[in-house]
């Protein structure tokens, strides 16, 4: 079975500028989780969706925001872009029906900020 | 913040030699998993252990569960040159579908 997809792998973008990440899941999961990894902070959580709905929310501000759609596939938008903001953005996908299921990562998109 | 703080942040090791990790965590937890992640790339699940189970061994890994030091350790037996990764563990709460990850340990297996 296919595994979690990430598109695009690579982005470079400037200040202020906004992006949208892609990710599909796993066929039949229904739970997407995105994470931010940079090497000053690690893996931070930013949220989770769940059939269609945002589930559990990280510590993150708004400009951060996502969606899931109706099979599953969800996309996550960051506006106004900082340097900051440069990291590996992870997807996960799980059946989210109970406590700390495994979660099924993709290969990221690597995010440059210039 | 973290639930999951591993032990050593760095371990260079020689192939053919153990490596062991450990994992130190605050709250009671249902479960904790151990991920691997290669340079830059996705994690990749390990293996899960339930706050039931004390230990368990998938090929040549084993993980033990000590829930009254709320530790668990990760030994990977005679390592290679590709076990070279980041390890992570993630421990999962009650009432929380996500586990929260720890900043994991870096190792590198020298050939």
């Known amino acids: 079975k296919a595994g979690v997809t990430q598109t695009p792998r690579y982005l470079i973008k400037t200040r202020g500028q906004q992006v949208t990440l892609s990710c599909s899941p796993i066929?039949?999961?229904?739970?997407v989780s995105w994470y931010q990894q940079t090497p000053g902070q690690g893996l931070q959580f930013l949220f989770e969706?769940?059939?269609?709905?945002?589930?559990n929310k990280g510590n993150f501000p708004g400009r951060f925001s996502g969606r899931q759609f109706s099979n599953s596939r969800s996309e996550m938008n960051v506006s106004t872009l900082e340097l900051g903001d440069s990291a590996l953005y992870l997807c996960?996908?799980?059946?989210?029906?109970?406590?700390?299921?495994?979660?099924?990562f993709g290969p990221g998109t690597r995010l440059t900020v210039l | 913040s973290q639930q999951g703080e591993e032990d050593p942040q760095a371990l260079s090791i020689q192939e053919g030699e153990n490596a062991t990790m450990n994992c130190s965590y605050k709250?009671?937890?249902?479960?904790l998993q151990w991920y691997r992640q290669n340079s830059g790339r996705g994690l990749v699940h390990l293996i899960l252990?339930?706050?039931?189970?004390r230990e368990k061994h998938s090929g040549r890994l084993r993980v033990t569960l000590d829930t009254s030091k709320k530790s668990s350790s990760l030994l990977i037996t005679a390592s290679r040159a590709a076990d070279t990764a980041s390890y992570f563990c993630?421990?999962?709460?009650?009432?929380?579908?996500?586990?929260?990850f720890g900043r994991g340990t870096s190792l590198i297996v020298h050939p």
């Open positions: 996960a996908s799980s059946f989210g029906i109970r406590d700390g299921d495994t979660q099924y």
């Open positions: 066929s039949g999961h229904r739970s």
């Open positions: 969706y769940f059939s269609e709905t945002q589930r």
């Open positions: 709250t009671s937890i249902n479960n």
């Open positions: 252990i339930r706050s039931n189970e």
């Open positions: 993630a421990t999962a709460s009650g009432g929380s579908y996500i586990p929260t």
